[in-house]
């Protein structure tokens, strides 16, 4: 059996907890993180900073390729901006259901990872270039894999 008597909660937390401040928990949980970041950084870090520092980041990620990628009711496509056609030779390209990957673009050893909008197939994607642009065509996949769980009287 376990020893509910000895568990850190006992009666009077829940009176503690109705009584309690939000200023007072602000500055216990900044009290605790200040002394935690301190130890680990050699004291100097700020806990505030590091959440300002998280708050002012962009969410966006950046996209050097300035690839697209968009789909309609039975593909997926990524469109690639590349200018010299020369760059074809060396570039490689893979993909699984939620992702591309492109290699050998700009430099040598360049490796971008381009996010799918959907699911896709492992076979039937070609790639054509044109006017400048590279045009990868995916094939949507929808084996969407259904179990059913029957539902029993206990």
């Known amino acids: 059996m376990f020893p ?12 503690k907890l109705q009584h309690m401040k939000p200023d007072e928990i602000d500055q216990f949980i900044k009290g605790i993180m200040g ?6 950084s050699g004291g100097s870090l ?3 900073d590091v959440v300002n520092h998280y708050q002012s980041q962009p969410t966006q990620q950046r996209n050097p390729l300035n690839s697209s990628a968009f789909e309609t009711h039975d593909s ?3 469109r690639i901006p590349i200018k010299d056609e020369s760059l074809l030779k060396e570039l490689q390209i893979y993909h ?10 700009p430099e040598r050893d360049a490796k971008h990872s381009i996010k799918l909008p959907a699911m896709v197939k492992k076979k039937g994607s070609s790639a054509k270039y044109k ?12 084996d969407i894999q259904y179990s059913q769980i029957d539902v029993t009287e206990i």
Request: avoid cysteine.
């Open 4 to 15: 509910w008597n000895l568990f850190p909660f006992n009666k009077d937390m829940k009176n």
């Open 35 to 40: 002394n935690v970041m301190a130890s680990q």
């Open 46 to 48: 700020n806990p505030q």
């Open 76 to 78: 997926v496509f990524v």
């Open 96 to 105: 699984t259901a939620t992702q591309l990957m492109v290699e050998h673009i």
């Open 131 to 142: 006017d400048g642009i590279l045009e990868i065509k995916l094939i949507k996949s929808y």
